[in-house]
């Protein structure tokens, strides 16, 4: 047997989108992709055809996250196949507009790759999101990345709960990965993470044209943060929130939380603890757009993927 017989044979990584806008405040993404639009040569590799892309172009006009209902929840079978046209909630249309152009999702004409830029308001630096811990072309995508920007950081959230998994703007793609970088306030941009975000996605394009071009990836090991649970702030008995992110969790995303530590402080200064079973990487800590999903962080746990060598068919 030849030494590449564990060796996955993909198909080429054509067709490649980047979205911005998904959420019409998150100020970088927008930017970097309008920018793109006007001129693409930072974004062009030889064997790929990169496409810039607004997705929610009524929310980046507004500067808000969406206008009827948050498009990166939308994709979901049911929006996709709704009858109902003009009635329907514009991030429905929206999604279903996506989808023609960019998918359909689930089949075999769909997109290879789409990034989809995001900024969040908690202190995360640079996080890669993934849908699957079976998408090897993705897993050997993180590792490319990582090892490029070292010795900068960038962590991958694994987003695959059963329950907690959502229907993302990207998911119509073949290999889905979300880029969400931060602490950058909504509808602001700031230039360090303008530069991070750019700076990943430069990478990542240079891993595919590699990959087109046939490099052969060995197996590797890659770190993730698996999404385990969402913690909601403490609220009365009629739904207000109580208590605030404690000042000890507040920008500690990616630090270990363990049983007992502080988690939340109440208005009246008594200090509410973490309660689970065992050590847990909190993210996404006190981000403004999960007020309204009753979500003060999600617990992450961390474990070791291992990525099998891939090369072109
Ligand atoms: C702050 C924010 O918008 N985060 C994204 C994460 C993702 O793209 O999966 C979202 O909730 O859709
Ligand atoms: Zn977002």
């Known amino acids: 047997m030849s030494s590449y017989s564990n060796t996955a044979r993909l198909t080429e990584a054509r067709r490649v989108a980047i979205f911005g806008g998904t959420h019409g405040n998150e100020m970088s993404g927008v930017t970097l992709v309008n920018l793109w639009m006007k001129n693409s040569d930072e974004i062009q590799r030889k064997g790929v055809e990169a496409k810039p892309f607004i997705t929610n172009p009524k929310a980046v006009e507004k500067c808000t996250r969406y206008v009827d209902t948050d498009l990166n929840r939308a994709f979901t079978p ?88 959502y229907s993302t703007s990207r998911s119509v793609a ?27 996605l430069k990478h990542a394009l240079d891993f595919i044209e590699l990959f087109n071009e046939g490099m052969e990836f060995p197996s590797c090991s890659v770190e993730v943060f698996r999404v385990s649970e969402r913690i909601d702030y403490p609220r009365d008995a ?25 988690m939340f402080q109440t208005f009246d200064g008594k200090t509410i603890h973490y309660q689970g079973s ?20 999600v617990t992450t746990r961390r474990e070791t993927l291992v990525a099998s060598a891939i090369g072109k068919a």
């Open 78 to 165: 049911e929006n996709l196949s709704a009858p109902g046209g003009d009635e329907l909630p514009y991030e429905v249309q929206r999604a279903q507009e996506i989808n023609k152009v960019f998918g359909p999702k689930g089949s075999p004409e769909a997109y290879d790759v789409i990034f989809d830029l995001h900024n969040t308001t908690s202190n995360m630096g640079c996080t890669l999101i993934l849908e699957s811990s079976k998408d090897h072309f993705n897993l050997q995508m993180m590792n490319y990345i990582k090892k490029a920007i070292a010795p900068a950081s960038c962590l991958v959230l694994l987003n695959e709960h059963p329950l907690l998994k």
């Open 174 to 200: 073949k290999h889905p990965v979300g880029l969400e970088v931060g602490p950058q306030p909504q509808g602001v941009l700031r230039s360090n993470i303008f530069e991070a975000m750019r700076v990943i």
């Open 278 to 297: 065992g050590t847990v990487y909190p993210t996404f800590i006190n981000e403004a757009a999960y007020y309204e999903k009753q979500q003060a962080f």
């Open 238 to 262: 009629n739904g207000n929130i109580i208590a605030m992110v404690h000042p000890n969790l507040q920008d500690c995303d990616w630090e270990p939380l363990n049983p007992g530590d502080p």
